[in-house]
């Protein structure tokens, strides 16, 4: 039986060394880290590999389940997965422990505050945005292509091709600014 560590923060400004440290005080023989966000497991790479390597008997080890997973879907996804394979998982700062039916009740229950924690955090950047918005503060990222040259290459004869190639866009951008 191994024990797998897997760490996650958001942003290349966080750390991973305190999960890090917990998860090697915890035993486990591999860690895998990556930085990227916790509300989706798409493009979470190291997830995956660790996912697709881990066999019967072995456990997942994160140091919360938030580091896992944000959503309720995707830590439900996960856990059905781990299950299939005959895999434990557990959290170093919280009684989650699969194994057992008050770890997994547990995990039921972190997971739905991990998912509304997030949410309550989108309505708050929402609602700042929106803020932000009606005080003329935010306006929203600055066009990165110049219409006005799509359009003078077009009235010259180029094609679209020609034209996503000449600026360094997509061709579907340079269809954006014709229509």
Same mark, same amino acid.
């Given at each position: 039986?191994?024990?797998?560590?897997?760490?996650?923060?958001?942003?290349?400004?966080?750390?991973?060394?305190?999960?890090?440290?917990?998860?090697?005080?915890?035993?486990?023989?591999?860690?895998?880290?990556?930085?990227?966000?916790?509300?989706?497991?798409?493009?979470?790479?190291?997830?995956?590999?660790?996912?697709?390597?881990?066999?019967?008997?072995?456990?997942?080890?994160?140091?919360?389940?938030?580091?896992?997973?944000? *959503? +309720?879907?995707?830590?439900?996804? =996960?856990?059905?997965?781990?299950? #299939?394979? %005959?895999?434990?998982?557990? &959290?170093? $700062?919280?009684?989650?422990?699969?194994?057992?039916?008050?770890?997994?009740?547990?995990?039921?229950?972190?997971?739905?505050?991990?998912?509304?924690?997030?949410?309550?955090?989108?309505?708050?950047?929402?609602?700042?945005?929106?803020?932000?918005?009606?005080?003329?503060?935010?306006?929203?990222?600055?066009? *990165? +292509?110049?219409?006005?040259?799509? =359009?003078?290459?077009?009235?010259? #004869?180029? %094609?679209?091709?020609?034209? &996503?190639? $000449?600026?360094?866009?997509?061709?579907?951008?340079?269809?954006?600014?014709?229509?």
């Amino acid at each position: 039986m191994a024990k797998y560590g897997y760490a996650r923060i958001s942003s290349s400004h966080q750390d991973l060394s305190l999960q890090i440290e917990a998860l090697e005080q915890y035993g486990c023989d591999t860690i895998r880290k990556e930085t990227i966000s916790g509300t989706s497991i798409k493009g979470r790479d190291e997830l995956k590999i660790l996912l697709e390597f881990l066999r019967e008997g072995d456990q997942l080890v994160v140091t919360r389940i938030d580091r896992l997973a944000r *959503s +309720i879907r995707d830590l439900q996804n =996960i856990v059905h997965t781990l299950k #299939g394979k %005959g895999v434990v998982l557990k &959290a170093t $700062e919280q009684p989650v422990d699969t194994s057992t039916s008050a770890g997994k009740a547990f995990l039921d229950m972190l997971g739905v505050f991990a998912e509304f924690e997030t949410n309550l955090r989108k309505e708050r950047q929402m609602e700042g945005i929106r803020s932000a918005k009606e005080r003329g503060v935010y306006k929203g990222r600055k066009p *990165s +292509i110049d219409r006005n040259k799509v =359009i003078e290459l077009r009235s010259q #004869g180029m %094609g679209a091709s020609s034209i &996503a190639r $000449e600026l360094g866009i997509g061709r579907a951008s340079v269809y954006r600014c014709l229509s």
